[in-house]
């Protein structure tokens, strides 16, 4: 998923859901002084190759008067907008917005991104800090009347302004987000809203921080390498090396992943502690102490339905869908109610199958969540005669990277990828890359961050730097985050299959940014609907087992050998296998999401209530089954509490399109530069320019088809 946090126009306007929204009364930011701002690597664009930021010099004590200043400058050049005396005109009143907000726009991408890669106390304390400020800014331009006037007067004759068709679908954007962030409201309603605002974005921020502190406090301590049985030597080292880091020598840690399940419940075989590391996982930030987030979500989940009810919705759902290609909150229900039953009924299935296996060994037990991953790989190993750790020394991290996605780039794109080591990083584990087009021209700088480290938070992601922009003449610097553990020193990273699939998706966002060919920064790469965005990134994820592809990285970190076709094929034919319980821990979260924001204000529950909540609205969607929790439990949602509140199912709905765009791809001929460009072309590199669903049509020449998504899950009628 991309981290959008961090850009300051979509922030003013409150697009995308936000994280900092606003403050009472909207006082103008702080001005930093000259002196602040002498030395300060935000004054002035960076002048590095692509604007790319200056880490080494940038210090945490240069954000806050780099975002104070930018906030003031920002204002001034709206206030300018606002109060001109001309009449309004596409250029000096959208392109003028466009313009505006540089520095503050430097200084926040730089904060939000580090914020989630590389934190520290001091980065927490300027976020909790500058929360309510940002929020403030972002009202005082959105809600500012005579600006909202001079957009209102230009959507209004927008067929008469001579327009090309992404100037024209700019006015109308701008419309439509000062609408919906509230420019029509009364001056009462205005100063409500506020409230809320400001009360949301001081919550969110809170449960962020949270939940980085509690998954590091929630990590399992094991005292003995017996009690590891069945990990891997390399998993054991990983977990010896991340209890040294802790000042826990001779004992071993296993680090939580952002999810429900962990991956070290498909290795060990002491039952009693995959018992103990599933409930450490479950119970995070929701089981009372100093990081509990279940206030935290029933009053998020209130505030939003209040604010939806102030702006005109029936609850929060109504609101987010609107903007999106979903449009309703009954057409994502519908989507979501047609899956389920079929899902469930399959995990099912499954849960018979492993519990035949538990029985098989006179295990004495009825199957439970922390059996579930254990005894998958038993049946899937009966089954297919392989089992995840016969994969692992093929996944080696240099040939996934170089020899998988960035091959499948080449193929695809023409693209080409050299590493460099001149350019500054705020980690030493991050790698960068310079990406050369296929006309040899320079497209994109690319940053690798791959490895989990206590300072970041959990899950993977893309962001960018900079964005690109006809407008500016900027071109992409963009990011890709995951959370592999680090092994010790002079060890290799093998990755888990789920890890590198994890890679190329990934990378599907990173292609998306880097591919922009916008004028306007509104439109710039990522920038399209929520339950859309993840869609080309899951089409990258294809090129994983494309045969051409996986033969060229899947190779034997020791001996070089190639991956053996039989395995291969083993994994190809095991594809299916699992997919109950997949779609079914999917589901329960993206309908938890749904459940948490079709409620009006006075249905939200009290803190105590959170877990009842949660647990009825499981039930009610017939996705209550104990063995195979949500993907998140609300306690450790995070992607609700930002981006993608009202907007999880976004994954599946994206699915949609990225299945049936595999089948056109497969009867294409598959890796070629002709369908990488004519995808390129036609999707990736219009951005938001262009209404979602017709960039679709334009690449597939017709409406998408669901059948190939039921196929793909094994959702189909047998």
Do not use: C
Request: aromatic share 10%; hydrophobic share 40%; glycine share 6%.
């Amino acid at each position: 998923m991309k981290n959008r946090l961090a850009v300051a126009l979509a922030l003013a306007l409150g697009l995308a859901a936000p994280l900092y929204a606003a403050d009472k009364a909207a006082p103008a930011a702080a001005t930093a002084t000259k002196a602040d701002m002498a030395n300060n690597p935000f004054a002035k664009p960076s002048t590095l190759p692509f604007q790319y930021p200056a880490f080494d010099k940038i210090k945490n004590e240069h954000f806050v008067p780099a975002m104070d200043a930018g906030m003031a400058e920002h204002r001034a050049e709206i206030d300018a907008i606002a109060e001109a005396k001309d009449a309004p005109t596409f250029e000096n009143t959208i392109v003028a917005m466009e313009k505006a907000g540089q520095l503050l726009n430097r200084a926040t991408t730089v904060f939000f991104n580090l914020s989630g890669a590389n934190t520290n106390d001091a980065i927490e304390k300027i976020q909790s800090e500058m929360a309510p400020k940002l929020s403030a800014h972002q009202d005082a331009i959105a809600l500012n009347a005579k600006l909202f006037a001079r957009v209102e007067a230009l959507h209004a004759k927008r067929d008469t302004l001579g327009l090309d068709a992404e100037g024209k679908r700019l006015v109308e954007r701008y419309y439509t987000d000062f609408v919906r962030a509230g420019a029509k409201l009364n001056d009462a309603d205005k100063a409500k809203l506020k409230a809320m605002n400001s009360e949301l974005a001081t919550l969110q921020t809170q449960f962020s921080q949270n939940m980085l502190k509690e998954n590091n406090a929630a990590a399992v301590v094991v005292d003995s390498k017996d009690e590891l049985k069945g990990m891997s030597d390399e998993a054991i080292a990983a977990a010896a090396e991340a209890a040294k880091q802790r000042k826990l020598d001779g004992k071993y840690v296993i680090a939580l992943q952002n999810t429900s399940g962990q991956p070290a419940l498909a290795q060990l075989e002491n039952r009693a502690l995959r018992e103990r590391l599933q409930k450490a996982s479950v119970t995070r930030a929701g089981h009372g102490g100093e990081f509990d987030n279940r206030a935290i979500v029933a009053k998020v989940a209130k505030i939003r339905a209040e604010r939806a009810a102030l702006l005109g919705y029936e609850n929060h759902a109504a609101y987010t869908l609107e903007d999106e290609t979903a449009k309703t909150v009954k057409a994502v229900n519908d989507r979501l109610a047609q899956l389920a039953p079929a899902a469930v009924a399959n995990a099912k299935k499954e849960a018979a199958d492993l519990q035949a296996m538990i029985d098989k060994e006179k295990g004495g037990f009825q199957l439970a969540a922390w059996d579930w991953s254990y005894y998958a790989e038993k049946v899937r190993a009966e089954k297919y005669s392989f089992d995840e750790s016969q994969l692992r020394p093929y996944f080696e991290f240099d040939n996934v990277l170089k020899n998988g996605v960035f091959f499948a780039a080449n193929k695809l794109y023409g693209l080409s990828f050299k590493e460099r080591k001149d350019l500054p990083v705020y980690n030493p584990d991050v790698r960068v890359f310079d990406v050369t087009d296929a006309d040899g021209k320079q497209l994109a700088i690319f940053l690798v961050d791959w490895y989990a480290r206590d300072n970041k938070r959990g899950g993977a992601w893309m962001n960018e730097y900079v964005s690109q922009s006809g407008l500016f003449g900027t071109r992409p610097v963009v990011a890709n985050h995951l959370n592999i553990p680090k092994p010790p020193k002079g060890e290799p990273t093998l990755l888990t299959f789920d890890e590198v699939n994890t890679a190329f998706h990934e990378f599907g966002h990173a292609l998306h940014g880097m591919f922009s060919n916008v004028k306007y920064p509104r439109f710039s790469g990522t920038s399209v609907p929520r339950d859309f965005v993840e869609y080309p990134s899951q089409v990258n994820e294809m090129w994983m087992t494309w045969p051409e592809v996986l033969k060229n990285y899947a190779k034997h970190y020791k001996t070089g050998e190639p991956i053996p076709q039989e395995l291969v094929e083993k994994v190809l034919a095991a594809q299916k296998f699992n997919q109950g319980f997949t779609t079914t821990e999917y589901l329960g979260a993206a309908l938890l999401d749904q459940s948490w924001h079709q409620i009006k204000a006075n249905q939200a529950p009290e803190a105590g209530a959170v877990l009842d909540f949660e647990a009825a609205a499981l039930k009610r969607a017939g996705v209550d089954f104990a063995p195979v929790p949500p993907r998140y439990r609300s306690s450790y949602f995070s992607h609700i509490m930002g981006g993608y509140s009202a907007g999880y199912y976004a994954y599946i709905w994206s699915e949609v399109l990225d299945a049936d765009s595999v089948e056109w791809f497969k009867e294409n001929g598959g890796l070629s530069r002709k369908n990488g460009d004519h995808f390129r072309q036609t999707l990736l590199s219009r951005g938001g320019s262009v209404d979602a669903m017709q960039l679709f049509k334009d690449f597939r020449g017709r409406d998408p088809d669901v059948k190939p998504l039921l196929e793909r899950r094994g959702l189909t009628a047998k």
